[in-house]
């Protein structure tokens, strides 16, 4: 297995937060990395994104898991790995939130595709959770 992490504090709410998440159409306006997106169905366990990354082909993933307003996780199946990122956020004491993107690529290929594919997937973690905050504060 191979994981990345990043969080970031922010004073902006959980709600505001998840108000970005939810609007999938929206996301290249946080995410700079991302060319094209659609989501198929509601914003929902079950659904499919389909999200194309600056330069890359298309990358389909599921939305494996939904817990309104604190987490989201989605999955794409890469054939000899998976890649899952829970994306959550969690209210601070004293007001604002953590947001905290949590990536694990895993399957019989991890050892190998993981310390490739990993760096080059969460490398904009930073500026990601960066761009949402600032969103969600304005």
Not at 47 to 63: A, K, Q
Request: aromatic share 6%.
């Amino acid at each position: 297995m191979w994981q990345a992490e990043h969080s970031i504090e922010t004073s902006a709410s959980l709600e505001a937060i998840w108000r970005l998440w939810a609007d999938v159409d929206g996301w290249p306006e946080w995410n700079s990395d991302i060319e094209r997106i659609e989501l198929e169905g509601p914003f929902a366990a079950g659904s499919r994104i389909v999200m194309t990354p600056s330069g890359r082909g298309p990358v389909e993933l599921r939305i494996a898991e939904l817990v309104e307003p604190n987490l989201f996780v989605d999955e794409a199946d890469l054939g000899e790995v998976v890649v899952r990122t829970t994306h959550s956020v969690q209210p601070l004491e004293g007001g604002g939130t953590r947001v905290t993107y949590h990536m694990e690529i895993t399957g019989p290929a991890a050892g190998t595709l993981g310390p490739r594919l990993g760096p080059e997937i969460s490398g904009d973690f930073p500026q990601v959770l960066s761009a949402l905050a600032a969103r969600a504060e304005a």
